[in-house]
């Protein structure tokens, strides 16, 4: 095979190479439809504005034919890219190449944080908060990047059963950790992020608990 | 198809490409020892019975007998110490490929362990090592360039495609994560409050960051100018061909460009853990600018090093 032709075979299938990350590329609420999560505050905040723009421009809709409507779009949107991809998927997958650029695409306007506690004989104790200096149990292991991934993912209702699993996960830990642990529980709170202004006048927004596990420890 | 396929053939000298290898290599070195020094890789990637809190699965690992801790802790040393080869650019123009795609195959072994406990650092280490399978980044700056010339930098060129692929790779990350920011706090017409939020979250804020307060002004300036940096990032494909042609004016926007680039993973880096994802991108950025000296002494270089390579 000569160069030329050589230089042009491998220019083609570089290009078809760039076609598919391309394409893999698309935009699409992928992994964001869960009908729980719609309910959480962020969401439904986010709805509140996309509503109150539309109406601003001229639509008469109610809120929850918006919500509606956007649902049905987002799903349709997510099942034309799904087939759009279906030809380039597999080899993506094969090569590893992904390409989901969702990257805080909506600030969490009401984040959760993650606390763990154990029960020994003189009651409950908080082991580990997420960012509190005061309860920093293994907080190098749940510090890193990838743990708190899992953390922030399990702040999420349709991530039940991940958290349900964290949950066993220190229960065991515990029990290595202390002979004296009998019980431990994990918490999700979740607070609306004050604004700026509020904590410059010296104002906050509680904590409140959203969900727990609690799991006896098995010796 | 001659004048675009001479475009796309042109040669560059290599030194792009060994750089964005050199710091690809230690990209992915520090991705898995920050697990691994931290203690946290025996929970995400480890199964329930090895200390893991979930279930390890065995699909891609049933040849090594399993995904058990033993196993899983020599593929992550050998993937380390194969992404220093990378990084040292170990072995000639095909045993150098052949290297980065086990080095490549290695870390989505273990990172897809548990996929949905990385970041996007991960997609974009492993894209970019497989472009540089593709693209041979070995030629200087390399082990391989040392033995065979004597001289760790030796002059050499690198067809411009490879340099174009690192590129094109960036302005799709930076354009679909800005096309897909449609949230109320990032776009135009909101509080421009975004980088406010995201800092103040637990999840991700190294610690508490309340006393950003007083700088929230600024912060929504950065917004704004994120957003925008964004879901213009295409506009970098213009300048980078003008800057092939050396444009000046090209060339000072894709700098001016970069720098609110490095201003804003600086500003990530310094507010946020996302893991190795300001390093991971910072790496492609050697891929904004034509390298080399510019002009007709440059031009003259480069073809002198293409027909001596």
Same mark, same amino acid.
């Given at each position: ?8 075979? +491998? ?159 220190? &229960?065991?830990?515990? &029990? ?26 010296? +104002? ?16 | 198809?001659?004048?675009? !396929? ?21 990209? #992915? ?19 329930? !019975? ?27 040393? $050998?993937?380390?110490?194969?992404? $220093? ?47 540089? #399978? ?8 390399? #082990? ?37 920011? #449609? ?11 975004? $980088? ?33 940096? !964004? ?79």
């Amino acid at each position: 095979m000569s160069l030329t032709v050589r230089r042009r075979v +491998g220019t083609v299938l570089l290009l078809a190479h760039v076609a598919a990350v391309t394409a893999m590329a698309l935009p699409a609420p992928v992994g964001g439809l869960h009908r729980a999560d719609w309910r959480e505050p962020t969401v439904q905040a986010e709805l509140d504005h996309g509503h109150a723009l539309l109406v601003r421009w001229g639509w008469s809709g109610d809120r929850q034919a918006f919500e509606e409507g956007l649902w049905k779009l987002a799903a349709a949107w997510v099942e034309l890219r799904r087939a759009v991809l279906a030809p380039v998927a597999p080899y993506a997958r094969w090569a590893g190449t992904a390409q989901s650029w969702r990257m805080f695409v909506a600030p969490h306007a009401h984040p959760t944080r993650v606390r763990l506690d154990v029960h020994t004989a003189a009651g409950w104790a908080t082991w580990f908060r997420e960012r509190d200096p005061e309860a920093a149990w293994r907080v190098r292991m749940l510090s890193n990047d990838r743990v708190r991934s899992l953390l922030f993912r399990i702040g999420w209702p349709h991530e039940r059963a991940t958290l349900d699993r964290f949950a066993g996960w220190f &229960a065991v830990e515990a &029990a290595a950790a202390s002979t004296e642990v009998d019980r431990v529980r994990v918490v999700l709170e979740r607070r609306a992020t004050p604004s700026a202004a509020q904590v410059a006048a010296g +104002g906050d927004t509680p904590w409140e608990r959203v969900a727990a596990r609690e799991r006896a420890v098995v010796r | 198809m001659n004048r675009l !396929e001479r475009w796309w053939f042109t040669a560059e000298s290599a030194t792009t490409l060994a750089w964005i290898r050199v710091a690809v290599g230690l990209g #992915v070195v520090r991705a898995l020892l920050s697990t691994w020094g931290s203690g946290a890789g025996r929970l995400v990637w480890y199964g329930v !019975e090895d200390g893991g809190w979930s279930t390890a699965p065995t699909a891609g690992w049933d040849w090594l007998g399993g995904a058990g801790a033993a196993q899983v802790d020599a593929v992550v040393a $050998l993937t380390v110490l194969g992404a $220093l080869g990378v990084a040292f650019g170990v072995g000639g123009p095909w045993a150098g490929r052949l290297w980065t795609f086990v080095v490549l195959q290695g870390f989505l072994a273990v990172v897809h362990l548990r996929g949905s406990l990385g970041g996007s650092s991960d997609e974009l280490l492993a894209n970019a090592l497989w472009l540089l #399978v593709v693209a041979d980044g070995n030629r200087t700056g390399s #082990v391989y360039a040392r033995w065979r010339t004597g001289r760790w930098m030796p002059p050499a060129t690198a067809p411009r495609w490879a340099r174009w692929l690192f590129l094109w790779q960036l302005v799709l990350m930076y354009a679909t994560t800005g096309w897909q920011k #449609v949230s109320v706090h990032w776009v135009p017409w909101g509080p421009a409050d975004a $980088l406010w939020l995201i800092a103040q979250q637990p999840t991700w804020q190294h610690a508490d960051a309340a006393w950003l307060a007083p700088l929230s002004p600024l912060l929504a300036v950065g917004t704004r100018v994120s957003w925008l940096w !964004e879901v213009t990032a295409p506009v970098v494909c213009v300048w980078a061909v003008g800057d092939a042609a050396g444009r000046t004016a090209s060339r000072r926007w894709l700098i001016a460009w970069a720098a609110v680039g490095v201003g804003f993973h600086a500003g990530v880096a310094a507010l946020l853990d996302i893991g190795a994802f300001s390093w991971a991108s910072l790496a492609l950025y050697p891929a904004l600018f034509a390298p080399g000296p510019r002009g007709a002494a440059s031009r003259s270089a480069i073809r002198n090093a293409s027909s001596s390579d």
